[in-house]
């Protein structure tokens, strides 16, 4: 009974047009689908757009030595081991042909003297593996995938979010969703889906993300019954701005120590000696992200609260030209000249290693027919990720789950949508206008404090309890969340929903990380502080089990012999 909704059929939906999703429907139509795409924002304008310092491929255009193998290596070891590691495998093996294959559809990289795509250093990296375009990498990225894209024939939806998957018994039938302008439903019939729509960073206040990462993709996973991956996975990026407090969080790309950038604290001491001497800054995101956090916490913090980051040792032509956005952002936000003087950073919440569990060759959740690849699905960072390894990651899987939902589409029968869903569906998006209860923002902010503070970069089981109370007492408050006003445009109705979302995924997150009893990455638990040899062969999973939320753990696939002997080789 889909008379009532405005309805579109296709084999395959993607749902989010970042560089998951733009590659997968490349995929999925090259493989003979018909593919429609849906996104909340305006083609264009995903998250990926913002991605900076670039993308991590063991190509060897400036160090020889660099092989797929180092960085299979290096992302085990960025991740300490709880990466599935098939899916760093083929991450590793795979990236450097589809940056290739990028260049072949237009992209255009900075360049080595010769000609090749040029390559910088990043942390965790063995050798200077990063191919970039100066600091906007991700528009380059984007501005391919959409153009080939759109040019090979893709359906795109624009400004529309989709806010249930409707399914057919085990399988999936299809979504429900409304236009951002109009506020009116509609529908989307689906042999199979792919989920591509980012990360949480929205539940935290102090995030380098923007307004569209509120979790839904994981949230209409696990609501379908897909179970999500070792959630406690929250990285927390050093390097975010901490001044003037409008633009608290917005990135400083890691590129900028990728260029040689120093950190300093207020008297001065480079402290990354303490703490990583052989990497220094260069060295994994948690353990520089807690080292400026503790030079704060004891007192040897910038005025406003975070480290001195220093690139001004180089020519300010050089500066300009490799970070022509953080000169432009310091000078506009802050009123600093990075090429005469420092920055100051402190961390900010970056991304999730989280998420819907996949398999690795076809990218598909524990349901059949549904499909999730990019920052929404887990396994291939493992307990911390690397820069520059998200963007491999998305084209890298993109495609694997493109090609998998093809093929699922050609065999799978489809099915027409069941009318008590989308009622259920429909009711759910309407009930806010009916409430009197609060309206989201406050919730929003209180949801926020509570993920900032006490499911933060430190962590404990007195502040994880805690933060289970009061996401607890948010629940009633979020189902009684009230909005005025009509459908229409009204951004306060589509946070209604997003609430629900960073609610339910804020609760997997802070109950994985109360079970998880040690620290790894980027989950530090100060009343657990070493790395805990059982726990590292441990996954935890989350699922909803007869409407509550269930935890359990699962071993660790074993690594095969000859990948053990690579890491024992390379030590
Ligand atoms: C400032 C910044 C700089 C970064 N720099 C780098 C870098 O240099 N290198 C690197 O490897 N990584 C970097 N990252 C991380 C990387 O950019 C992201 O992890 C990656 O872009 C995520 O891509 P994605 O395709 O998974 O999601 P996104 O690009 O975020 O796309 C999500 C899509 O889903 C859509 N969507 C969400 N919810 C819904 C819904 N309910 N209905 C319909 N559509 C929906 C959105 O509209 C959007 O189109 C950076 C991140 C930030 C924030």
Redesign the pocket.
Known sequence: MTANYETHEHDVLI???????LRAAIEALAGGARVGL????LLG????V???????AAMANVDKADDWRTHFCDTMRGGKFLNNWRMAQLHAQEAPERVRELEQWGALFDRTDSGDILQRAFGGHTFKRLCHVGDR??LELIRTLQDRGVQQGIDVFME????RLIKDGDGIAGAF?YWRETGRFVVFKAKAIVI????IGKAWKIT???W???A??MA?AYEAGADLLDMEFVQFHPTGMVWPPGVQGL?V?E?VRGEGGILRNKNGERFMEKHDPKRMELSTRDVVARAIYSEVREGRGTPHGGAFLDISHQPAEYVKKKLPSMYHQFKELADVDITSGPMEVGPTC??MMGGIRVDAETAQSTIPGLYA????AAGLHGANRL??????D?LVF?RRAGKAAAEYAKSAAGSALDSAQLEVAEREMLAPFEHNGEYPYEIHRDLQETMQSLVGIFRNEKDLRNALEHLEQLKPRVNQVRIDGSRMFNPGWHLTRDLKSMLLISEAVTRSALARQESRGAHSRIDYPKLDEAWGKMNNIISEQGGTMALRQEAVREMPADLQKLLAETK
């Open positions: 749902i989010g047009a970042g560089g998951a999703g849906v996104c909340k924002s304008k995903a998250h990926t913002m991605a900076e310092g670039g993308i991590a990498t991700g529309c979010t989709i806010t969703g591509a729509t980012g990360g380098s993300n923007s569209e990462y509120t839904d993709g209409l990135l790309t590129a970056h991304y690849a990019g920052e929404a820069g520059g390894n998200s963007l491999s998305l993109g």
